[in-house]
């Protein structure tokens, strides 16, 4: 049977650090090269296989993109029927105070799962996501050769063929598909997920604190939010520089998905301890944090008081020919 599991945690805010101040990640330092490439905005939405128009629509023409376009097309609609519209009708029948909360939503081994944080949280001001897949590069599309660019585009839709399909990266794969080539890392990704999401890119910054990632700046309809990535190990204890930065800007909305039952043992037992603690809201499925950490009945404090929300999901009726039978029991 599937369940939908809602965690919320009234837990007490955390100490603020300092914001890590980043470098500019520019796409060329020629000026006269910068005036003639693609924007940003561009460039995720020929990543995306959607319409684009400026210096990159020219290269919209070949059949190759034509062909991703349409594959990309196609399994979007189909995610967007089955998951993003369930999970966001879900969401505001059942937890519509963190469906529109701006509070930062914290997304431990997402990798470049940018998706899922924005379904369950499409307002949040700061998204943090993190993983050990790294942050990668997105060249400026017009300068790679025609061949480059249409092995670059196959291998972007394979890295995403199993989270378009079911609802999680088959990592070896996506690091096989986006290791090698000019498109290559979480990057692209991102820009895919934006894009297909309806956000306007804004900007593109590397970051190298609290760890090595990158900072995204992106617009929707309501408002300008923030995008972070970083490729960071989250082994270990709980004073790492990375869960410091992150404590600076909680308690937030935490996901948890596919998280290969790493929480449930000591090694992480650090970032399990930072969720459970500058957490608002913990959304997840049986991969993240064991059920045997969340207690309810004996704290009479406020702050430290759990509700765990649960449903089936809905099955179809059987015909009358088919219902289960009742069994008589002779006692």
């Not at 939405?45 to 196609?74: C, I, K, N």
Request: aromatic fraction near 10%; hydrophobic fraction near 40%; charged fraction near 15%.
């Amino acid at each position: 049977m599937k369940f939908r599991i809602l965690m919320a945690l009234l837990l007490t805010s955390a100490s603020y650090a300092s914001l890590a101040q980043t470098a500019s990640l520019a796409q060329t330092t020629n000026p006269s090269v910068a005036q003639n490439a693609p924007t940003l905005d561009e460039t995720a939405h020929f990543l995306a296989g959607m319409p684009v128009t400026g210096v990159l629509e020219p290269l919209t023409h070949d059949p190759a993109w034509q062909e991703h376009a349409q594959a990309m097309s196609e399994a979007w609609t189909r995610k967007e029927r089955q998951q993003i519209w369930p999970i966001r009708q879900w969401m505001q029948a059942n937890a519509p105070q963190y469906h529109r909360s701006t509070d930062t939503a914290f997304y431990m081994f997402s990798g470049p799962d940018f998706l899922y944080a924005s379904i369950f949280f499409p307002l949040s001001s700061n998204y943090v996501l993190a993983g050990l897949e790294p942050v990668g590069n997105v060249p400026d599309l017009t300068r790679v050769p025609s061949e480059m660019l249409r092995a670059d585009l196959v291998s972007l839709r394979n890295s995403m063929n199993s989270i378009l399909r079911f609802q999680y990266f088959i990592t070896k794969e996506m690091r096989a598909d986006l290791g090698r080539g000019n498109v290559s890392g979480t990057l692209p990704i991102l820009y895919v997920f934006l894009a297909r999401l309806g956000y306007t890119i804004n900007d593109v910054t590397r970051v190298n604190s609290p760890a090595e990632g990158v900072k995204i700046t992106f617009s929707g309809a309501e408002q300008r939010q923030t995008l972070y990535y970083f490729k960071t190990d989250l082994a270990g204890g709980g004073n790492s520089a990375f869960l410091r930065w992150c404590a600076a800007r909680g308690p937030g909305l935490s996901l948890l998905k596919a998280a290969s039952f790493l929480l449930h043992g000591d090694g992480f037992a650090g970032v399990r301890n930072f969720l459970l603690q500058h957490s608002r809201v913990i959304i997840q499925d049986d991969s993240g944090i064991p059920l045997r950490m969340f207690a309810f009945g004996y704290h009479w404090q406020k702050e430290d008081g759990l509700l765990m929300l649960a449903t089936r999901e809905a099955l179809p009726a059987l015909p009358a020919e088919q219902q289960p039978q009742k069994l008589r029991v002779r006692k």
